[in-house]
């Protein structure tokens, strides 16, 4: 645990992490206020669908410049740049709501402010968490991690409970609100670094040796060739450092085991001379003037974030994580975003043929009055879908951050294991959802595994992140991981479409076929859990090395 100097600031760190969280997890409301907005501006469902692009957009490829400005000018300030435009965003959509002016392209740049600011100050507060406490960063990140996915769930409460009727007043609260909230949370977020922090940082990054964190090590000069084994001063940073190619038993091969304790690494100079002409070579490059100092030790040099986007573009293993977060996200997120025309398709099933074989005469106002009906119960399903994936989600984040940590320390199992359960988990329901023909049940029981499933891999991942390249540039990784999803997104989501367009009576405007609307794009993805189990268990097999 971190020193007790600075243990309670890090702590109320940590706690308003957590409203800030919930105050920024606001983007998938969308759906929410969404049909009121377009209704009273005068746009279409066309519309509404390039509204919610453009709320995606801000805080998925604006992650990455926001993780950015968190690595270089810190989560404080950061967060602070958040609240400003959450509250510029919403407030805009409350004055366009409220003046009812249908411009498509201020509404879009108002939802991109916001969803922008959303993400990037709940990239701040895991950071901060993630550094603050570098030796449980599975149980500290699952915090502001759950509590993003709570948010949902607790402002649709809200929005239920008292702004039933008032859509313009609840764009006007989460203007105020959730603003008001991540601004003075900014002021209590902090990073709190110490030498023990640092150097446990340096040393999980070397693991994977890279040349950033390599650098944070500074060496003295080498022995002459008559010295002996105990002669040869120890890296000041790496008197702890561990060998995990070292483990017992055959489940050494897949990273299962105990590691051997610091205290028995060899200290030859045969084992240390490669490592320790690593280290110093770099030295000699970014420090030559202080090379006659045996003990001193600088902060690293700091890299462009060109720099370090390249870095991480041409490193097979972030590579390797970013298709994985990549495709069991943009799966997730495909759910989530279908879940109301799947809710549709099996609501109407087979109705078309209930009516027409209907031996009444009902009048166009009759069959109004009873398509109302259906939609209004239709609605409250979707309504209970999206609260299910939302605690779901919630559940799987909190969950998993904890058990990554416990796994990890306690058994020393890679957290990626349990990503490779992750993926099990969702591939079922991905079959549940394409077998699914027209059982409400069902429905919750695909929205509950499926979002727990995407809670566990955004539970799980940022510490995966963190132990492999570091808490220096948590921020600009984890940024840059999450423009993946959007990219699966986009694509999975166009498929359903296609199939589900297919399959949609021209005249209604819905389709009556079941699971038959859209199982195939479902089909697919199942498909790619596959791929995605195998391609985990690579990695493993590869990191289990180091």
Known sequence: MPSSDHLPRRLVALVTSIFICLASGTPYLYGVFAPQLVSRVGLTISDSATISLASNLGSGVGGLPGGLMIDHFGPQISILVGSICIFVGY??????????????????????????????????????AQANFPKHRGAAGAFPVSSYGLSATLFSVIAATFYRDNTGGLLEFLALFCGAIAFVGSFFIHIYLEHEDEDDNALEAQKSLTEEETALISMPEAPSSSAGPEEIPQPVTAARMERSDSLPGSFRFWGLGTRTPGSSISSTAEDMQPFLQNIRDQNKTEQPQNNNNPFFKSPPKSKSPFTIIKDRLTDRIFLTHYFIVSIISGMGQTYIYTVGFIVTAQYYYNKDQVQENSDLKINLRGIAGVHAKIATSAAALQALQVSIISLASFSGRLFSGFMSDFLHKKFHIQRLWIVVVTVI??????????????????????????????????????????????????????????????????????????????QTDPTTGICYRGNECYKGAFE????????????TLVIIYVQRKK
């Open 91 to 128: 407030f805009g959509v409350f004055k366009i709501y409220e003046h009812q002016w249908g411009n498509l392209f201020v509404i879009c740049i108002s939802m991109m402010l916001m969803g922008f600011g959303s993400i990037t100050s709940y990239f701040a507060t895991l950071k901060a």
């Open 425 to 502: 988990i969702l591939s079922v329901g991905q079959f549940i959802t394409i077998t699914n023909v027209n059982s409400a049940h069902l429905i919750s029981v695909s929205s509950a595994i499926i979002g727990g499933s995407y809670g566990l891999v955004f539970g799980t991942y940022p510490a995966v992140v963190a132990d492999s390249f570091g808490t220096r540039t948590f921020s600009t990784n984890w940024g840059l991981i999450c423009t993946g999803p959007l990219i699966t997104l986009f694509f999975l989501n166009k498929y359903f479409g296609v199939i589900y367009d297919s």
């Open 524 to 535: 697919f993805s199942f498909g790619l859990c596959f791929i995605v189990f195998f391609t």
